[in-house]
């Protein structure tokens, strides 16, 4: 089944609230293996609105429209849908009646305006609004449900649960499919890296179909499959994850929710190892990632933010002689500075940071990055070239540090 | 001129991202008074791609295309704009060149699949992109502008206010086509206490508009003003920023592209004096924002992050007692550690975060948090009850430490 969905608002515009219900229901139609193939926005517009609702009609098996069904001047998705349909509006007397009857049970005037959301195109059939008191309602058109919503999210997503969601899965019939997604995810190769070494899995995909996403250095591998069960999806998935697996490999350190922050904090909990971070250029970034995790407590020491270096020597043990004669960003400095907060801060492994993050070149280019961990099994360095702006190389060299202590405590 | 933006992505119709993108576009549209008509979302797929860009060319003077510009398979936008214009493909051998010349200079192996990202539709202009690899490109097609840029949030804002902004109000010819917008930053009071403050400027308001945003406990007013000379703008915005000032007062900080950490290296370099963070429950968060600023080695010395109590007392030599006796989350207990880690590291401010970030309570309520600041000229110390979950509360914190750091240096 293929599904549009419509918002309605000036409002979302003007850029002053962003469609997070589009979201929303995107998620419940994937779920649902509905194919969900265009979102549109209009405003308050009574022929803009009425062309968006003709053309999706035109193109779709269903149109889920949000909001326009309040009791105010603006609210036109009642009259719009009906011009569509092409029937007069119909007045519902026993809802006024309802309506009247909760605002005085409430001791409060029931403003006549209100009376706008007791109307619905002739023909259509109402969707009971159990946080709010504008029904929604869904009708027929040209082979097209038109299913028509408040804007206000809780109000919205009640309906679309209670009623809207198990009326469309009803109307797909015996097909109905059920769609699955797998997230992998990976680190250390760039995304054109990524879909270069999976094209071939990709070319012409269809169901699972592959798709990918990177964000601060993080490519994620989505595989979507379709069937009409979980398990039928299941397996057509897995070979696919199997294949990317093997081809990623190492670079892969979790699945959908999985972060790198909670991964290692399981690492180090199965270890029963404890962590601390000596930060100089990303001073604190790595520390608070790991300590994002609830229950970080249990893992996590302590941080050093050694920025001037004669902290470096003071509380880090490096020796001045070191940093002079290997350079204060070197992986030297960084394997010194691991060795140093493990020894200080009481802690099994040890993640140190050094390097320049720029605008301005300290002793080296900026964007060097030295990164170090030391654990009691070993110890590893890796200079990275990061590019981009101060806060893009910072915060991409910590994601670097917490994918190197992935490594590190996996002994890879 | 009518707009339209269109983003291309099967993860925005899976509901895997929120289209944040087209609310950002829609805020600059009405800054420079252009009208939003439409926005649209479709997936990575060639022939819905090409209709609602049809669609679009004949409906709006000028579309922009968030989206789809990256070096893998799944995007097409270059593709579906040629096919629409009716124009082959280009291949810019200037920029294939720069970009191996990039990446050999980083020293790492060029993905061949990233020649995708030199080719444009032809006859289009490219569009730089500052930061990151795709660039974009603008081209007409039958009187409509069309403006692709990638659909990275910082690459895609960075692009819109460099290049597609100007570019498009210089299409406009409006007369009145000067915006000019003030942002003034407060902190410290509620988005409805600042509403309601304000809100006899805010009713009917339309040249300069005011509107209100909120971003992790920072409530930004921003007054928007149009006019046909710069100056004329200016004056226009100028009486109503005095009139805010007078009712915000201290809780005003910065201004436009003021930032606290910024404000807070300025007013350090001011009185010749550094500073260090001792942290427990935000870990590295105070000391990651104040080291965001570049040449922020000037004032800050370094952190130390302790969240295992003993480290308080080895470190910061906070006395086990008082920690005993007043709690680890206690103001006693922060100030002793920002007394600690001024002498520990030899700075002449010190700032100290202790408390229960949650979700399991320690000691206090989740959500209690503790911060002093202590100077050369006297000691601060506050309680914050925050809301929220783990993240919220650190962020919330670390913002509010930055915003008392301000105020002890201001004496106020």
């Not at 035109?58 to 009791?71: E, H, M, Q, S, Y």
């Not at 760039?190 to 999976?198: D, F, K, M, Q």
């Not at 397996?235 to 929710?257: K, M, N, Q, W, Y």
């Amino acid at each position: 089944m293929n599904v549009e969905t419509l918002a309605v608002g000036t409002e979302l515009l003007l850029g002053q609230i962003v469609n997070t219900n589009a979201a929303a229901i995107a998620v419940r139609l994937a779920d649902s293996g509905m194919t969900h193939v265009r979102q549109t926005v209009v405003g308050d517009n009574a022929t803009r609105m009425q062309d968006a609702i003709r053309e999706a009609v035109g193109r779709c098996d269903a149109l889920v429209i949000t909001g326009g069904i309040g009791p105010t001047q603006d609210d036109i998705t009642r009259e719009a849908v009906a011009a569509v349909a092409g029937v007069p509006l119909f007045f519902d007397e026993a809802y006024a009646r309802d309506m009247r009857v909760l605002w005085e049970r409430r001791g409060r005037e029931f403003p006549e305006s209100n009376l706008r959301q007791a109307y619905r195109p002739e023909g259509a059939v109402a969707i009971p609004n159990p946080k709010g008191s504008a029904p929604g309602f869904r009708i027929e058109v040209d082979g097209c449900w038109i299913l028509a919503l408040p804007g206000v999210p809780a109000e919205m997503l009640a309906m679309l649960d209670d009623d809207v969601m198990p009326f469309l899965v009803s109307m797909t019939g015996d097909d109905a499919s059920i769609v699955v997604s797998r997230v992998i995810k990976s680190w250390g190769m760039s995304e054109a890296a990524v879909g270069e070494l999976l094209s071939d899995l990709f070319e012409g995909s269809e169901n699972p179909t592959v798709a990918f996403l990177a964000s601060a250095g993080v490519i994620k591998v989505r595989l979507t499959a379709r069937a009409s069960t979980q398990e039928a999806a299941h397996s057509l998935i897995a070979p696919l994850e199997t294949e990317v697996r093997r081809r990623l490999g190492d670079h892969i350190f979790g699945v959908d929710d999985d972060t790198i922050e909670g991964i290692i904090h399981a690492l180090l909990l199965e270890r029963r190892w404890t962590i601390a971070t000596a930060e100089s250029a990303t001073v604190g970034m790595v520390a608070s990632r790991l300590t994002s995790v609830a229950g970080s407590s249990a893992t996590f020491r302590g941080s050093i933010g050694a920025y001037a270096s004669d902290i470096k020597t003071s509380l880090l043990y490096v020796p001045e002689d070191l940093m002079r004669t290997k350079g204060i960003v070197s992986q030297d400095t960084a394997l010194a500075m691991a060795r140093g907060v493990r020894r200080r801060l009481g802690a099994d492994v040890g993640v140190a940071v050094t390097g320049s993050a720029g605008p301005e070149p300290l002793e080296v280019e900026a964007g060097t990055m030295c990164v170090a961990v030391v654990t009691p099994d070993g110890e590893r360095a890796r200079t990275f070239t990061m590019p981009g702006d101060r806060e893009r190389v910072r915060t991409y060299t910590a994601t670097a540090a917490l994918h190197q202590t992935r490594l590190a405590l996996m002994g890879s």
